[in-house]
């Protein structure tokens, strides 16, 4: 019996050194995993970072290098806005590629069509007529944006956890207001001190680089597996016809995206009267542009690391509480436009920005957000890239607009008109309150 019981604790003792080996294994195999996941999603980030930065570069520099050139206000906003139309007709086609999957594949070409296109507007401006060039590359850079975001809204989502939508929403808006910071500096930066040349080389070597990690971040067909058999089958048309068929069954999620529209047509104001008011109007030399747009990215930045930190504390029903915080930023512009010395309306040009910025950050945030959380799996990225869509029109309507109107009346004019178009958000967002609540 002695010995049987021996035995008994012995087989006891292996099955038990087994299951525990067994356990490790697991957790071993679990935990490399889970660094392996890390690891690509740091990847996934660092490229869109790589991405998002060289493209506010240029986007940033070359504009200003057409006003440097020419003087023209009225120049400058046509030709930004004649660049976003090919990034709001490319909008839907991103939305659809990002629900087909095949990411990899598409957002490494992408890459390389950035880094191609940054290298030929070199010899391009010797022999085209730069306002040709400038309209070109932007063109390009808008296009690619826009077929980027929908793709890499939903894969970062989908590497983070359907569970973490807003937390994962509001860290792709940090690495976007991130970039939005780096950019101007950059771009400010090699432009001020090597020329428009130097940049582009830069871009370049980035967008190759951002490539790599695409490549090495994504799975191959990661996202493939989401869809049904039907909607690979699907084409385009259908496809859009599909995002806009269940968008306009839901009239309130309609009217929420309408006034984000306005929205961000009045803030475009903002964004294309930087280096007007900076260098036009208070006769500031370029790099002090690049100070208002680092000061706009720190603001966008701090919305969006709010909700990140503090997801519970905003909401789409607070949406217009948001809108009236962005009127308060926009009224001491407006005063001191009329009635302060030079350096006073620099400051709080700059100051405004960055307040303007914070709270249409989290507004931009909840409103992705709460669509990316209500869409259907399979339609969420074709749904977004119409909301996307909707958007981007604003802006090109926006850049002729304001383009026009600082050529044609002063920026505290054109202020006023802006505060307009804000109040008459906010009471549209505050009529559509009880609504919003169902909504969210």
């Not at 806009?244 to 961000?264: D, E, G, K, M, P």
């Not at 009045?266 to 370029?286: D, E, F, R």
């Not at 004019?413 to 958000?425: C, D, E, K, Q």
Request: charged share 10%; with cysteine; net charge positive.
């Amino acid at each position: 019996m002695a010995a049987l019981f021996q035995v008994d604790k012995y087989i006891l003792a292996v099955c038990i050194g087994g299951r525990l080996m067994a356990g490790m294994r697991r957790s071993s195999v679990s935990l490399t995993q889970k660094t392996v996941q890390s690891i690509r999603f740091f990847g996934l980030l660092v490229a869109q970072l790589c991405t998002y930065s060289m493209l506010s570069a240029l986007c940033f520099a070359y504009p200003l290098y057409l006003f440097d050139y020419s003087g023209s206000s009225t120049l400058y906003g046509a030709v930004a806005a004649i660049a976003f139309i090919p990034g709001v007709l490319a909008t839907p086609v991103g939305g659809i590629l990002a629900d087909r999957g095949r990411q990899r594949e598409v957002l490494v070409a992408l890459g390389i069509a950035l880094m191609t296109a940054s290298l030929l507007s070199i010899p391009m401006k010797r022999s085209l007529p730069l306002v040709v060039v400038v309209a070109a590359i932007l063109c390009v850079q808008y296009g690619v944006q826009s077929l980027l975001k929908p793709m890499l809204q939903i894969e970062t989502v989908r590497m983070a956890g359907e569970k973490k939508v807003e937390r994962a929403t509001a860290l792709v808006s940090q690495v976007t207001m991130v970039s939005n910071i780096l950019g101007p500096v950059v771009g400010t930066a090699v432009y001020g001190c090597f020329g428009i040349d130097a940049l582009c080389t830069t871009a370049s070597v980035a967008f190759a680089m951002s490539a790599l990690l695409f490549g090495g971040a994504l799975k191959q067909n990661a996202s493939s597996e989401t869809m049904g058999d039907g909607a690979t089958r699907m084409t385009c048309r259908n496809d859009f016809r599909e995002s806009i068929r269940y968008l306009l069954q839901n009239a309130s999620l309609v009217a929420v995206i309408l006034l984000a529209a306005v929205l961000n047509l009045a803030l475009v104001g903002l964004t294309i009267g930087a280096p007007i008011i900076v260098t036009k109007h208070l006769g500031m030399q370029s790099s002090r542009v690049g100070v208002v747009e680092v000061a706009l990215g720190l603001g966008g930045l701090t919305g969006s690391g709010l909700v990140s930190i503090w997801p519970h504390r905003f909401s789409l029903n607070g949406i217009c509480r948001y809108v009236a915080m962005i009127c308060f930023g926009v009224v001491p512009i407006f005063v001191t436009l009329l009635f302060g010395a030079d350096v006073c309306v620099f400051t709080v040009f700059t100051v405004g920005s960055a307040w303007v910025m914070v709270w249409a950050a989290i507004a931009s945030v909840e409103i992705i957000a709460f669509v990316q959380r209500a869409a259907p799996t399979e339609l969420c990225g074709k749904v977004l890239s119409v909301v996307y869509m909707v958007l981007s029109c604003a802006t090109p309507i926006g850049q002729l607009v304001y383009g026009l109107a600082y050529d044609r009346w002063t920026p505290a004019i054109v202020f006023a008109g802006m505060l307009a178009v804000l109040t008459l958000t906010t009471a549209l967002f505050y009529r559509l309150k009880s609504r919003l609540w169902r909504l969210s």
